[in-house]
Nanobody
């Protein structure tokens, strides 16, 4: 079965950086698009970033709010997709989820302090 396990969250000061890995299993990783979503307290889950399948050349796409601060990448040999987040603000405080189609991981908490 499909399993997604995120890690790398934590407490960071505003202006800082974090890198979130998501390790996937149960499917041929390179053949699928992978995405990151986030959900802040009291808000709906929102799209953060996506990495296309091998058929798309692993094209990348981002939510409007990212504004060049985040980068999604993947290592197909390790079945891992990463979210590099720079210049973090308190607005980035949320639980970050890895996603493939209808499956989400358990999430990893990111808290940005000012």
């Amino acid at each position: 079965q499909v399993e997604l396990v995120e890690s790398g969250g934590g407490l960071v000061q505003a202006g800082g950086s974090l890198r979130l890995p998501c390790v996937a299993s149960g499917f041929t990783f390179s053949e699928y698009s992978m995405t990151w979503y986030r959900q802040a307290p009291g808000k709906e889950r929102e799209f953060v970033a996506g990495s296309g399948s091998s058929a798309s050349g692993h094209s990348t796409y981002y939510g409007d709010f990212v504004k060049g601060r985040f980068t999604i990448s993947r290592d197909n040999a390790k079945n891992t997709v990463y979210l590099q987040m720079n210049t973090l603000t308190s607005n980035d405080t949320a639980i970050y989820y890895c996603n493939r189609h209808v499956v989400y991981g358990q999430g990893t908490q990111v808290t940005v302090t000012s």
